[in-house]
């Protein structure tokens, strides 16, 4: 049966869904927006669960709400409520598969087309990378898609991650701006990347329509995949 609402888990104050809302409103979902650090719903009230992205680490002990989300985040799969994981989220769901979550050896960011692992995948992008973390995924979870620096997608059942942001906005990437400007390890990110931050602002208004459109493809195969676990996905 198809989600009619959702619930997003945003991990700071400043974070915004992106094009999420609008994707999902076209599938007859609403969307509700939830902070991590308040209490998290218990799972047989959720049809359809998406852990956004973050600039903190899925394996920073240091953070006050991790644990107690990696909880409850393995709940929610084990009641088997569909489960979308975006970048942070990724790798989050990457650990409540049985995974790690883990610093990259090389940091991702920019553009980048995906190769296909799966012969059900059929997304190559180009998608919107920004990440200096991955993941490692256990034997029983299918890899769908990755790159020559890091895994891209994969599925469990009704749980399904992507490293990559399908949902970027410019005003998304307008708080990423501010949040970097708040903490001393963001402030050495924008001392040490010149015009990066500009050329990506462009680029991400640049290729809004081209992304919508992709992110809206990916989202149906996920409710189809969801609403038929049966069938391939297309």
């Not at 959720?46 to 394996?59: F, I, K, N």
Request: net charge negative; aromatic share 8%; charged share 25%.
């Amino acid at each position: 049966m198809k989600p009619r609402r959702a619930l997003a888990v945003l991990h700071s104050p400043s974070d915004v869904p992106g094009t999420l809302p609008e994707v999902l409103a076209e599938h007859g979902i609403a969307l509700q927006t939830h902070l991590v650090s308040d209490p998290l719903p218990p799972p047989e009230t959720l049809e359809m669960v998406v852990v956004m992205g973050s600039p903190e680490s899925a394996y920073d002990p240091r953070l006050p709400w991790l644990e107690a989300e990696l909880r409850w985040l393995k709940t929610v799969i084990d009641a088997g409520v569909p489960t979308l994981g975006i970048c942070f989220g990724s790798q989050l769901l990457a650990r409540a598969l049985g995974g790690t979550a883990l610093a990259a050896g090389e940091a991702e960011i920019g553009w980048t087309p995906l190769r296909d692992r799966h012969p059900d995948w059929h997304h190559p992008g180009p998608w919107l990378n920004f990440h200096f973390d991955t993941f490692r995924l256990p034997d029983h979870v299918t890899l769908l898609a990755d790159t020559a620096l890091a895994p891209q997608a994969f599925r469990h059942g009704s749980a399904w991650g992507v490293q990559f942001h399908p949902e970027i906005t410019v005003a998304m990437f307008d708080t990423w701006l501010g949040d970097w400007r708040k903490s001393e390890e963001g402030r050495r990110f924008l001392a040490e990347a010149g015009d990066l931050p500009r050329r990506l602002r462009d680029e991400i208004a640049r290729r809004q329509p081209d992304n919508t459109a992709n992110f809206r493809r990916l989202m149906g195969d996920f409710l189809a995949a969801i609403a038929a676990p049966e069938k391939e996905i297309s």
